[in-house]
């Protein structure tokens, strides 16, 4: 009769691969690839929405948000990009103009954004924005980024309404006088 041993290489290489795969985790941790626990996503605050030029067939706009960072810790992202709703349809979806964006400890900063709109949407949209009713004229922002150059990826979301969106509505709804 042979006597079995008990598979004690497999159960010391299995041990072997979890105590490595957790030297690789805190590691990485430390080294700034993973988010830390407990990360607080950014506030996103639309500051502005110009238009950067006019062509036939597209409108490029320039859109600042200021992005809260309410950590006390530097964010650093890449691959910025978003959304963009007007009068809760799709409007236009871009990405960031920097590459990286680092947003300081407990700080807001600026970050500049252009994309463009193809014409003829948005001509369609004056024509529903104009017609609107109520005094809602709402925006959504939604997104992502990746924590610097790792796959982990921290969203934002942000609702509100255009001032200029208003003014631009009654200026579009006044009646020339006789």
């Known amino acids: 009769m042979t006597r079995r041993r008990p598979p004690a290489r497999g159960v010391a290489r299995d041990r072997l691969r979890?105590?490595?795969?957790?030297?690789?985790?805190i590691g990485a941790a430390g080294c700034g690839i993973v988010p830390?626990?407990?990360?607080?996503?950014?506030?996103i605050d639309v500051a502005s929405l110009s238009i950067r030029g006019i062509g036939r067939d597209e409108i490029r706009f320039a859109l600042?948000?200021?992005a809260h960072n309410p950590n006390a810790l530097d964010v650093p992202l890449t691959n910025l990009r978003f959304d963009l709703e007007l009068l809760e349809r799709p409007f236009a979806s871009g990405g960031a103009t920097e590459r990286t964006v680092t947003l300081p400890a407990n700080a807001t900063r600026a970050v500049p954004i252009e994309f463009g709109v193809a014409t003829a949407r948005l001509i369609e949209l004056l024509r529903e924005f104009?017609?609107?009713d109520g005094?809602?004229?709402s925006y959504r922002l939604r997104g992502s980024a990746n924590w610097?150059?790792?796959p982990f990826t921290i969203p934002f979301e942000r609702r509100g309404e255009f001032e200029a969106l208003q003014r631009l509505r009654e200026l579009m709804r006044a009646r020339p006088r006789p």
């Open 36 to 43: 830390p626990l407990g990360l607080q996503a950014p506030r």
């Open 135 to 137: 005094p809602r004229l």
């Open 64 to 66: 600042v948000l200021d």
């Open 148 to 150: 610097a150059d790792s």
């Open 18 to 25: 979890l105590l490595a795969g957790a030297v690789v985790a």
């Open 130 to 132: 104009r017609v609107a």
